[in-house]
């Protein structure tokens, strides 16, 4: 459960403190509270826009801290916590499992599709338009959301709307860079909202015929993106892009 980076800063590995501990994003199911410590203080000075570096996992410098709930824990019960606010996409990817409960409404508001591969095959490469997306931080952040109403990501609204500029458009770029417009025009919303919804299709179509199998967890990301694409599809063929 840990990822190494070019140095020990980037060690996230929680063994064996929680080896043995569950992820569990709803709300209803006990878990422990997760609190910054006192103790923890970044090793250096971040760069302007960079990330915090993450603490030694060692005495006195520990990240976090679980304390139980007022209602204590009982003798035996199950602990559960909950790893990131990711999909099970992410899940998958950075710790190898996926969350499956009984119901399909378990996908909650952490859930998501990624669509960024179908993004790729539309994408036509023009350094200018990928620069403004990188300046307003929306490059690459193509995905689908059920929460809390289904949606298209702002990343994937802005990638879609600059993808569509025409030649006559392109002085909405500078603006757009500077995050001082969303909007180009009509038709460049209605090019929008029909690649948006053949997107939708897409990603729905190779939901349904991918998601019987033998594994659980496989099933429940192929039911993730099946629920999130089937929602946002339904949205957007019926209301306005914003």
């Given at each position: 459960?840990?990822?190494?980076?070019?140095?020990?800063?980037?060690?996230?590995?929680?063994?064996?403190?929680?080896?043995?501990?569950?992820?569990?994003?709803?709300?209803?199911?006990?878990?422990?509270?997760?609190?910054?410590?006192?103790?923890?203080?970044?090793?250096?000075?971040?760069?302007?826009?960079?990330?915090?570096?993450?603490?030694?996992?060692?005495?006195?410098?520990?990240?976090?801290?679980?304390?139980?709930?007022?209602?204590?824990?009982?003798?035996?019960?199950?602990?559960?916590f909950q790893y990131h606010s990711q999909c099970n996409l992410d899940l998958w990817a950075e710790y190898?499992?996926?969350?499956?409960?009984?119901?399909?409404?378990?996908?909650?508001?952490?859930?998501?599709?990624?669509?960024?591969?179908?993004?790729?095959?539309?994408?036509?490469?023009?350094?200018?338009?990928?620069?403004?997306?990188?300046?307003?931080?929306?490059?690459?952040?193509?995905?689908?959301?059920?929460?809390?109403?289904?949606?298209?990501?702002?990343?994937?609204?802005?990638?879609?709307?600059?993808?569509?500029?025409?030649?006559?458009?392109?002085?909405?770029?500078?603006?757009?860079?500077?995050?001082?417009?969303?909007?180009?025009?009509?038709?460049?919303?209605?090019?929008?909202?029909?690649?948006?919804?053949?997107?939708?299709?897409?990603?729905?179509?190779?939901?349904?015929?991918?998601?019987?199998?033998?594994?659980?967890?496989?099933?429940?990301?192929?039911?993730?993106?099946?629920?999130?694409?089937?929602?946002?599809?339904?949205?957007?063929?019926?209301?306005?892009?914003?």
């Amino acid at each position: 459960m840990g990822y190494f980076g070019p140095t020990e800063l980037y060690n996230h590995t929680l063994v064996p403190v929680l080896d043995m501990v569950n992820h569990s994003s709803s709300p209803s199911i006990l878990r422990p509270r997760h609190i910054p410590s006192l103790s923890s203080k970044s090793p250096r000075p971040a760069r302007p826009g960079a990330r915090t570096a993450t603490p030694h996992l060692i005495p006195g410098r520990i990240a976090f801290a679980l304390v139980a709930p007022p209602e204590g824990i009982a003798e035996g019960a199950e602990v559960t916590f909950q790893y990131h606010s990711q999909c099970n996409l992410d899940l998958w990817a950075e710790y190898g499992f996926a969350e499956v409960t009984d119901t399909i409404e378990k996908f909650g508001k952490y859930s998501a599709a990624d669509v960024g591969y179908l993004v790729d095959e539309l994408w036509v490469p023009d350094e200018e338009k990928q620069a403004a997306l990188e300046k307003i931080a929306c490059w690459n952040e193509n995905t689908l959301h059920p929460y809390p109403e289904y949606e298209a990501s702002h990343g994937l609204l802005m990638t879609l709307r600059v993808l569509h500029l025409g030649e006559s458009e392109r002085n909405k770029l500078a603006p757009i860079a500077k995050a001082l417009t969303t909007f180009v025009s009509e038709e460049n919303e209605a090019k929008l909202r029909a690649t948006l919804r053949n997107i939708c299709r897409r990603c729905l179509e190779e939901a349904e015929t991918r998601v019987k199998g033998d594994d659980a967890m496989v099933e429940a990301l192929w039911q993730e993106q099946e629920d999130v694409a089937r929602g946002c599809l339904e949205v957007y063929s019926t209301t306005e892009c914003t």
